[in-house]
């Protein structure tokens, strides 16, 4: 079973950047999709951004321009680059990582294995 931990969450005004980090615990995670995916306060969990083994991504639509997934096999970690901040984006963020094959545009949440404890984002006007 595999662990994921995120951490770069934080309180940051309107316009501001953060960096979030998520680290695995398994030595196979080089196989992994991984995503990352937010739950803002009485809103349904969305996806966010994923990116493959090999480094294809795939965005949804407000983080386009905004935001960019990396990963760094030997590490362990994928990342999450989030620039010009928001209050919408106020949220939850999600670490996720599946180990089967997939789409990289396959963004349904059933399809991920395994899932972090989240990392908050809050961001003032």
């Known amino acids: 079973q595999d662990q994921l931990v995120e951490s770069g969450g934080g309180f940051v005004q309107a316009g501001a950047s953060l960096r979030l980090s998520c680290v695995a615990s398994?030595?196979?995670?080089?196989?992994?999709?991984m995503a990352w995916f937010r739950q803002a306060p009485g809103k349904e969990r969305e996806f966010v951004a994923s990116i493959s083994y090999g480094g294809v991504t795939y965005l949804a639509n407000f983080a386009k321009g905004r935001f960019t997934i990396s990963r760094d096999n030997a590490r362990k970690t994928v990342y999450l680059q989030m620039n010009s901040l928001n209050v919408e984006d106020a949220a939850v963020y999600y670490c996720?990582?599946?180990?089967?094959?997939?789409?990289?545009?396959?963004?349904?949440?059933?399809?991920?294995?395994?899932w972090g404890q989240g990392t908050q984002v809050t961001v003032s006007s």
């Open positions: 398994e030595r196979t995670f080089n196989k992994y999709h």
């Open positions: 996720a990582g599946r180990n089967r094959v997939a789409l990289i545009t396959d963004y349904r949440e059933s399809t991920y294995d395994y």
